[in-house]
C-alpha cells in the first residue's frame, strides 16, 4: 500500500562546481531532479510510503534517474522505459549567490510521451493522495490527457487528489496554463500554489482573497506558499491558517515549493490540521534550501520533528 503516488517528468541536472556563464564552465555536479519525485523523495523521508509513475528514457540518464529515486525509497515499479525517446536533462547557472538560470533540454523527452496507457489504475488506486503538478499537462497533448485520465480514475477509486500549479512560462503561457488548470481544479481535494501562482489563477489581489476563491471552485483546501513570509492555508469551513516561516542560510531556492508540499502532505497523511501541517510544510521547505540539488537536505522524520516549534502538534 502506497500513501502517496505521483506523475511527472524527472530529469538528470547538472550544475557547475563554480558560479558564472554557463559557457565557462568545465565541471559539473550531477543531480536527479523532478517536483513529482521531490515530492515522493521527501515524504519517504519522513516514513511514508510513495510510488512515482513516468517514462525515462532507455539510456544511461535513464537507468540514473531511476537509480536515484529508488534509491531514496520511491517504488519505481510502473516506470516506463522508452527505446524512442531520450531522458531529458537540465542545468542550473549560478551567475551569483540565490541567482540560479535553469536551462531545459526536455523537447521530445521520453516523459513528454507519457500515455494514458502507461497509468495502472489499481496502482493509483491503493494510495491515499494522488499528487499532480501543472508541469505535466503542459509537456505535451499526451500526458495532459495522462493526468486527466489519472483525475478520473482517482475520482472512480476515491483517491485524494493534490495538485502544485507549478507554472512554466517556458512551457506554455499564463492563459493557457490558467484555462487548462482551472478546469481540473472540481476534480483537486487540496490546491499547493505558490503565492504568484494563486494570484494569477485566482485574479485576485492578495493571498488571502486567492486562497477563498480557489477553495470556491472545487477544492476542500487550499494553501498558498508565501516563502519567507510563511504560508498560508483555506480550509472546507472557509477558515484561514497562517504559519510562518523557519530562519535558515539559503544556499539553493530552487526545490522548496516540493518540499514544502511534501512535509503539508505528511502532516495531513497524519491527521494534523491545517496549522500543524503548514508549520511541517515550512520546515522542510526551509531545511531543502540549505544545501544544492532539490533534495540533499530534505530531513527525515527525526530532523524534522526537532524543528517543529509547537509542542501542541501530536506526532505519531
Known sequence: MLDVVTIGESMVQLTPTTAGRLRYATRFERFVAGAESNVAIGLTR??????????????????????????????????????????????????????????????????SRLDPDDLRPEYIAQAQYLHLTGITPALSATCRETVWEALRIAEREGVRVSMDPNIRRRLWPDDEARAVLLEMLPRVDLVLAS????LLLA????????????????????????????????????????????????????????????????????????????????????????????VQALPTWEEAQARLDSASIITR
Not at 520511491?74 to 537540465?90: F, H, K, N
Not at 503565492?195 to 494563486?198: G, R
Request: glycine share 14%.
Open 46 to 111: 519522513l516514513g511514508h510510503a510513495a510510488g512515482w509513475v513516468s517514462r525515462v528514457g532507455a539510456d544511461e540518464f535513464g537507468a540514473c534517474v531511476v537509480s536515484a529515486i529508488r534509491g531514496e525509497g520511491v517504488d519505481v515499479s510502473t516506470v516506463v522505459r522508452d527505446l524512442e525517446a531520450p531522458t531529458g536533462v537540465y542545468f542550473k547557472e549560478r551567475r551569483q549567490p540565490r541567482a540560479t538560470h535553469v536551462h531545459y533540454y526536455r523537447a521530445g523527452s521520453a516523459a
Open 195 to 198: 503565492d504568484d501562482e494563486a
Open 203 to 294: 485574479e485576485t489581489d492578495t493571498p488571502e482573497d486567492a486562497a477563498h476563491a480557489l477553495r470556491a471552485m472545487g477544492p476542500e483546501q487550499v494553501v498558498v506558499r508565501r516563502g519567507a513570509d510563511g504560508a498560508l492555508a483555506a480550509g472546507p469551513s472557509s477558515e484561514m491558517e497562517e504559519a510562518p516561516a523557519i530562519e535558515v542560510e539559503v544556499v539553493e531556492p530552487v526545490g522548496a515549493g516540493d518540499a514544502f508540499n511534501a512535509g503539508f502532505l505528511s502532516g495531513q497523511l497524519r491527521g494534523w490540521d491545517l496549522g500543524a501541517s503548514l508549520r511541517l510544510g515550512n520546515v522542510l521547505g526551509g531545511l531543502a534550501t540549505t544545501a544544492p540539488g532539490d
